[in-house]
């Protein structure tokens, strides 16, 4: 007796290669995120006294200024690596990018757990350290841009917002793994083996999670809106002159509204453990478990900024994000000035909580600020200006703030700044929800 199976329907096998995008970007950025997030706890918790201490002999805080200096630094080079991988992938697809700039991030990530320290190779080990951390910020240019794309143009007009939040949430779930694994380096060793080398480990674990991205992202296709529009030859030959001539307002709104996230996520992702630990005298593997507690509630928050985003609005979600980040940041500082586990974990919770309505809805917002010819170098270059702005020195200016007050309540200030900076930016763009992406941005 035969069995006859009727094909899939078109609408089924649609929403099977959405859940394969979606848990594709997710996987992607996750991985990637990770790479970056364990270069930002080591940069706060050790590579000071590795990599920069000859600083240290006239200032321990120099040193801890420089070592935040070198995760920065690698910030002023994502907008090249936007441009290039904006330019590829406008031109050649989103797919393509997205694994190549998985696997240069991975690879620079290995290469910094093999690398020697200052007592071994002298100042070239500093120089190199720098060299793959500028590696790590260009690949990280063009990484996000392909990863929101794929998610974005993927998905049903409709549930933009909630298919937009995997790539997001990626960052922290990123954050989850990579302080988790050091949680539990640093809690399984001594300190002295961890110093030792105990912190090579994290780094050296991305080469099993680059592969295991680099293979699900090669089984997801290709946005069907660029497909379309390479059937329709109208693709831009040079989509980056396109962008600035004719769209550059849109970047530089794009990139002033993701000013406040980034830095005050940064602080999250890396200072807030650090000052924990060095300043206010606290434990550093209880912080640790509460950044990542926080982290978890990031992702929570995250995804419900997306979804609720489909049902009011990207701007309304964006401005009710930004409005309690504004009210908490100097409540927030003072609540860590305390000492206290319990109010350190409130403090960095109800951060979250700001950072996950204020960043679930950016992919969606801004695919639909651009066209599809030029969208890929649009949303990347206003995402990475938007990162140099906001969180490349982030951890760097709160640690020279710290120095001159001797307090994080100036910090608290410098993030209401910022936040006010991006609620009024983004208050000024029409509400693009349900927009046809096809047609966006003309």
């Not at 330019?87 to 989103?94: A, F, T, V």
């Not at 100036?410 to 208050?427: E, H, M, P, Q």
Request: aromatic share 12%.
């Amino acid at each position: 007796m035969s069995t006859t199976h009727a094909p899939l329907t078109t609408e089924a096998s649609t929403k099977s290669q959405q859940r394969k995008v979606a848990a594709g970007t997710l996987i992607g950025t996750t991985i990637e995120w990770y790479d970056f997030f364990i270069y930002a706890q080591a940069a706060g918790l050790i590579f000071a006294d590795l990599y920069f201490k000859p600083l240290g002999a006239e200032s321990s805080a120099l040193a801890q200024i420089v070592s935040w200096a070198s995760l920065g630094i690698s910030f002023l080079f994502r907008p090249l690596g936007a441009a290039v991988a904006g330019h590829l992938g406008d031109r050649l697809g989103r797919k393509t990018m997205l694994v190549l700039s998985l696997i240069l991030m991975g690879g620079a990530t290995a290469l910094i757990g093999l690398l020697p320290t200052y007592a071994t190779w002298g100042v070239w080990a500093p120089l190199l350290l720098v060299f793959l951390r500028v590696l790590q910020g260009f690949s990280a240019g063009g990484e996000w841009g392909g990863a929101a794309l794929m998610a974005v143009e993927h998905a049903p007009a409709q549930r933009r917002g909630f298919f937009g939040a995997y790539p997001q949430i990626g960052t922290p779930l990123g954050m989850v793994l990579a302080t988790a694994v050091m949680f539990v380096t640093t809690t399984v060793l001594s300190h002295e083996a961890f110093l030792a080398w105990g912190w090579r480990i994290p780094f050296l674990l991305s080469v099993v999670l680059v592969a295991v991205g680099f293979f699900i992202r090669r089984s997801v296709e290709e946005s069907p809106m660029f497909r379309r529009m390479q059937e329709r030859k109208n693709d831009s030959h040079a989509p980056m002159t396109v962008l600035l001539r004719h769209h550059l307002w849109q970047v530089i709104r794009a990139s002033l509204i993701f000013v406040a996230n980034n830095a005050a996520g940064y602080l999250l992702i890396a200072f807030f453990v650090s000052y924990g630990t060095k300043h206010l005298g606290m434990e550093q593997a209880p912080l640790l478990l509460i950044s990542t507690v926080a982290a978890v509630f990031w992702l929570a928050f995250t995804m419900t900024g997306g979804i609720v985003s489909d049902r009011i609005g990207r701007v309304r979600t964006y401005q009710i994000g930004y409005a309690v980040l504004l009210l908490w940041s100097v409540p927030m500082c003072l609540l860590i000035e305390t000492r206290s586990l319990l109010w350190f974990a409130v403090a960095l919770i109800l951060l979250s909580l700001a950072l996950g309505l204020s960043f679930g809805p950016q992919a969606a917002l801004f695919a639909e600020m651009f066209p599809t010819s030029i969208r890929y170098s649009g949303v990347s270059l206003g995402y990475a200006i938007g990162a140099v702005v906001g969180g490349a020195f982030a951890p760097m200016i709160a640690e020279m703030l710290v120095a001159e007050t001797g307090s994080s309540v100036a910090i608290g200030a410098y993030i209401t700044a910022l936040c006010l900076t991006s609620l009024i930016v983004v208050s000024t763009v029409r509400e693009p929800r349900g927009i046809d992406l096809d047609k966006a941005g003309a």
